[in-house]
């Protein structure tokens, strides 16, 4: 039997196979499942406080015996005074140069002025109203009050006076039309034609452009006309005790038809004169009567253009007065308005206004006199001048050399990376290490940084001179010596360990612990360590500054926060154990700024 499985299982070697490995892995699961298989993760957390961070770089270098420095301008311009001699011995302060200052002169001045200006405005804002100037401003009020009424009582004329010029016209343009309808449509010229027909009729033999004329003397007759009769019966519906309104609409319906009689007029005066000129042309004698109307047409026209002229003013004189009653009340609106301002004081926004105009004048006075001292340049320190670049009557520009200084006080010259000396300036305060003198820390400061770097095997690196706040005799010169250069400091802001900031992508973010999530604590120290069953969650930060060990928190966390700053993850059974153990910083020293 055994022999038949072995001879069949060498038939089938793949079969075997993968018996084989199910075999194993089976073997293996259940074996595993016998043995039990307990796997933790425990988190290391760390809370988020407020403190000091203060970024930095780092370098190394020597001590050096004596401080070389070239002294440069702040501003550009003619030389006008230089005090530093060659070899001459100088103290800290004294006045090496000194470039044309006349415009940041005048600048101070004009700047002074400004703030003084602005300091009278604030102050005469303050005082209390005079008697004087509320007099003034009750008069000024009192007059635009009086000036409204004025007006009031000079439209409620110009109505009245409409009316009357309405009357007026009415008084004689019944007898125009009448009297036009006769001159046109009668038959005094001869007793068998109407006027106008005997015209047209006489004169289209020779030019029948008299029919367009006739056509136009009818039209605008029946225009007039309509025009006359309703504009008629208004006029008798109303009176002088008639609303404005209705007053308004009478004039200018008035003004309408009277223009309307005067087009007609005129069209009737050319159709005679058509006549009249035809008949000259041809040397025939005219009819007597043409001149007759000609002068009763031109009667017509003379009265009825006064009264246009009478209605049009009127028309005018009320709308302007309409007007003015609407400007009166803005004014009124206005004065009443800088009165009760006037009797208030000075409004708190008027005030502040001032007060940040004083404050802004202050600040470019500042400003003003900075620039001003960027003229001089003084010795930053005492010391020997060894060389002097620059004389009286020059012109130089902002950086350029005024002399060198040195001096045999201690200085630590260091090397820093292109990327560090950038971030380098004058003036910025330093910490100093030696080797050779353990405990030993002096506070320093930068003096000079190169402006052209060296270039050594493809990397640039750049110079940096410190000076010693103090001296110290167990520092001699060619020691190694260790600086830090502060670069930037925060204080009061929320700090976090770097461990805890992770990157994926350009986002920046920490992992937490859900606060719903049962844990249990191995620790009760600040970097608290908790088993969890549940995974961390990511929430997004954004980050300012940072050191070596630190990181500035702008947003995305609040003081008391937990943050994740180590997992570790561990498998034990019966028999073996393993584990798995990330990044691991403990918590940070928030006092006095922290390691750089």
Known sequence: ???????????????????????????????????????????????????????????????STSNQVDVKTKASGDVVYVGAVKGQEVRTGKLLAQIDAQDAQKSVRDAEANLESAKLSLEKLLQPTDELSLTQAENSLAQAQDSKQNTIDSLQKSYDDGFTAVSNAFLNLPSIITGFHDLVFNNTIVSNQANIDYYTDSTKIYDERILQYKQD??????????????????YKSASRFSSTTTIEFLISETYDTAKDIAE?????????????????????????????????????????NSYLS????????IDTAKKSIISADRTIKEKTESLANLKAGADSLDI????????????????AKEQYNNYYTYAPFNGIITAVDIKKGDTVSSGATVATIITPQKIA???????????????????LTFDAVEDLSISGEVVDV??????????????VK????????????????????????????LVVSNSAIKTQGTAKYVEMLDQNTSQNSNSTSSNKSVVSTASPVKQIVEIGLSNDTLTEIISGLKEGDKVITKTTTSSSSKSSSSSNTNANNSLFDLGGGGPR
């Not at 990327?419 to 380098?424: F, H, L, P, Q, R």
């Open 217 to 234: 003397v009818q039209t605008s007759y029946q225009t007039a006309r309509a025009s006359f009769d309703k504009n008629f019966d208004d």
């Open 466 to 493: 410190i000076n010693f706040d103090t001296q110290d005799d167990r520092v001699k010169s060619g020691m190694s010596v260790s600086a830090s250069i502060i670069i930037d400091t925060r204080q009061d802001v």
């Open 1 to 63: 039997m055994i022999k038949k499985m072995i001879s069949f299982l060498l038939r089938h070697k793949v079969i075997t196979v993968i018996l084989a490995i199910i075999v194993i892995f089976g073997g293996y699961y259940g074996y595993k499942k016998i043995k039990g298989n307990n796997v933790q993760t425990s988190y290391t957390l760390a809370t988020v406080q407020k403190g000091t961070i203060i970024s930095s770089v780092d370098g190394s270098g020597q001590v």
């Open 264 to 304: 007609a007029i005129k069209n009737a005066n050319n159709l005679i004169q058509f006549y009249e000129d035809t008949f000259s042309a041809k040397n025939i004698k005219q009819n007597a009567n043409a001149d007759t109307q000609l002068a009763t047409l031109n009667t017509y026209t003379g009265q009825v």
């Open 310 to 317: 009478s209605l049009l003013s009127i028309e005018n004189t």
């Open 352 to 367: 502040k206004s001032v007060q940040m105009t004083i404050q802004q004048r202050e600040n470019s006075l500042l400003d």
């Open 450 to 463: 190169d402006a052209i770097g060296t270039v050594s095997q493809g990397v640039v690196s750049y110079n």
């Open 413 to 431: 010259e260091i090397s820093l990376n292109e990327v560090d000396a950038a971030k380098v300036k004058v003036g910025q305060k330093a910490t």
